[in-house]
């Protein structure tokens, strides 16, 4: 991992900030924030990542688990939502006392600073307002990350978090082993199967835990096909869907209707048409 240098000193230096998310290719997971959770469970397929063996909320970019990339072609970000991660790129965070200045950080080697740029670092002896953002954005990320500890580990405590796997390739060949499962997900049919009991009891203190469940639920359908593990026999007879004991609940079969929790499309189904337009999406990931 490179050396990283605080802005200040490189406050005689000038910056130019990436202009496309061709830097995504090389990494497979990136942190989201508390505040964005539910944003991005509407673009982004949640997974949960082990570092020095604590669990950590964040999003995949690795398109072998995704049925529609990050980024096109011209690596131009292509989800509806920018999280935070990807808007703070390439700056990194410590916590050095709050200042801007000292907490601000770049790899050494970094190619977006130098003699030459756009961006004036810092003028005197006062960071450039819109780093200052970018600072304000990495501490938000950091508090977000947080503040999910305690829910996650009621997840696992829980038994709610299962691996991700490869799907197989185009050929059909099964992908290669890599050791260690990389990601993890909320297993669906055990978190429908919790009893009221253990659904209280997550939520007595607060409600993040349910939050971050359903969230990373609702966000596997941005999943490939053969992402998520099939389900044991045991489990899915183990008790009634969700669906169904809301259905009880509210009584709903005296309704003339009919629930339908299906998927209208599978995101690998989308093609684009031909002769349509591309959507380049930012030109870059600064703040305005």
Same mark, same amino acid.
């Given at each position: 991992m490179a050396a990283l240098r605080p802005m200040r000193e490189l406050t005689a230096l000038r910056l130019s900030l990436p202009l496309d998310q061709g830097w995504i290719r090389n990494i497979g997971w990136l942190p989201v924030g508390s505040s964005e959770l539910h944003l991005c469970s509407h673009s982004l397929a949640l997974a949960v990542r082990f570092q020095a063996a604590r669990p950590h909320l964040g999003f995949l970019v690795d398109p072998r688990y995704l049925g529609r990339p990050q980024i096109d072609s011209h690596f131009k970000w292509q989800a509806g939502y920018i999280p935070l991660a990807v808007r703070v790129h390439p700056f990194q965070l410590r916590d050095a006392g709050g200042d801007p200045l000292d907490e601000l950080m770049l790899p050494a080697d970094s190619p977006h600073v130098g003699p030459a740029g756009p961006i004036e670092i810092a003028h005197g002896a006062r960071l450039n307002p819109q780093l200052i953002a970018i600072h304000k954005l990495l501490a938000t990320l950091a508090a977000g990350q947080a503040s999910f500890a305690t829910a996650l580990d009621q997840l696992? =405590?829980?038994? +709610? +978090?299962?691996?991700? $796997? +490869?799907?197989?390739?185009? !050929?059909?060949?099964?992908?290669?082993?890599?050791?260690?499962?990389?990601?993890?997900?909320?297993d669906h049919q055990r978190f429908a199967a919790l009893p009221n009991g253990a659904l209280a009891a997550m939520a007595r203190h607060d409600f993040r835990t349910i939050d971050i469940a359903v969230a990373t639920v609702f966000s596997q359908r941005f999943l490939a096909r053969g992402v998520l593990p099939d389900?044991?026999?045991?489990?899915?007879?183990?008790?009634?869907?969700? !669906? +169904?004991? =809301? $259905? $009880?609940? =509210?009584?709903? !079969?005296?309704f003339p209707l009919a629930l339908d929790d299906g998927l209208l499309f599978h995101p690998e189904d989308l093609v684009a048409e031909p002769g349509g337009e591309r959507h380049d999406g930012p030109a870059s990931t600064l703040p305005k």
């Open positions: 696992m =405590i829980a038994n +709610l +978090l299962v691996p991700l $796997q +490869l799907p197989a390739t185009q !050929d059909g060949a099964a992908p290669r082993a890599t050791g260690e499962p990389s990601y993890f997900t909320v389900a044991r026999p045991s489990e899915r007879s183990a008790a009634p869907s969700l !669906d +169904l004991q =809301i $259905q $009880q609940l =509210i009584h709903v !079969d005296t």
